[in-house]
């Protein structure tokens, strides 16, 4: 990030290619498996999370393989609602996946998106947290493109760009915006507005 301070008050900006995250509508199984692993989601626990994960958004109501989570399995866990059998429209969404937490969803927050339309990640555009989390898992390891398996890598396409703006002030005021844009050529600013986070 560009850190910049004036008087009092501390400026951080970060630009990130979103064709380093992994997109929770193209990432196979395999991927999203391997980075809840990453990020310290247990064996068992991330291959059937994976599985609701890919049944959430796809459009049928089979379960993909023993640990897939469909209309049924949502009924049995008590829940009115079942998946929503249709491609995630923010990364937010996943609060709605049989099997997700709270504590699980802020975790994969900087690490996913819905924007990249991409079924790998390019590591040379993936964020310091997701390639010191595929080192190991414990967040010891170093960060390094290497770290990403070869055959869940692929180029960027640049489609979409995340900044995000933190200010802080010396009375302890903390503001911060996200957002996530796409260039366009077609449209006078050369850009669209995606999604904003407060």
Same mark, same amino acid.
């Given at each position: 990030?560009?850190?910049? /301070? $004036?008087? *009092?008050?501390?400026?951080? @900006?970060?630009?990130?290619?979103?064709?380093?995250?992994?997109?929770?509508?193209?990432? !196979? $199984?395999?991927? @999203?498996?391997?980075?809840?692993?990453? /990020?310290?989601?247990?064996?068992?626990?991330?291959?059937?999370?994976?599985?609701?994960?890919?049944? &959430? #958004?796809?459009? %049928?109501?089979?379960?993909? =393989?023993? $640990?897939?989570?469909?209309?049924?399995?949502?009924?049995?866990?008590?829940? =009115?609602?079942?998946?929503?059998?249709?491609?995630?429209?923010? @990364?937010? +969404?996943?609060?709605?996946?049989?099997?997700m937490t709270a504590t699980l969803l802020d975790r994969l927050r900087r690490l996913v998106?819905?924007?990249? #339309?991409?079924?790998?990640? %390019?590591?040379?555009?993936?964020?310091? +947290?997701?390639?010191?989390? !595929?080192?190991?898992? %414990?967040?010891?390891? *170093?960060?390094?493109?290497?770290?990403?398996?070869?055959? &869940?890598?692929?180029? !960027?396409?640049?489609?979409?760009?995340?900044?995000? /703006? #933190? @200010? !802080?002030?010396?009375?302890?005021?903390?503001f911060a915006r996200e957002t996530v844009v796409e260039p366009m050529r077609t449209v006078?600013?050369? &850009?669209?507005?995606?999604?904003?986070?407060?």
């Open positions: 990030p560009l850190r910049c /301070v $004036h008087e *009092k008050t501390r400026v951080e @900006i970060a630009v990130n290619d979103v064709g380093g995250l992994v997109d929770i509508n193209g990432a !196979s $199984h395999s991927l @999203i498996e391997w980075l809840l692993l990453r /990020v310290g989601v247990a064996p068992d626990r991330a291959d059937a999370l994976a599985a609701s994960i890919v049944d &959430f #958004r796809d459009a %049928d109501d089979v379960p993909g =393989g023993p $640990h897939g989570a469909e209309s049924a399995a949502y009924q049995a866990a008590g829940l =009115g609602r079942g998946p929503k059998n249709a491609p995630f429209e923010t @990364i937010t +969404e996943l609060d709605q996946v049989l099997g998106t819905v924007y990249a #339309r991409q079924p790998g990640i %390019d590591p040379w555009r993936a964020p310091r +947290e997701l390639l010191i989390a !595929s080192s190991d898992g %414990d967040g010891a390891g *170093k960060a390094a493109p290497a770290n990403v398996p070869s055959e &869940f890598r692929i180029s !960027s396409k640049g489609l979409a760009y995340r900044v995000v /703006v #933190r @200010i !802080s002030t010396s009375h302890d005021g903390r006078p600013l050369g &850009f669209r507005v995606r999604e904003w986070t407060i």
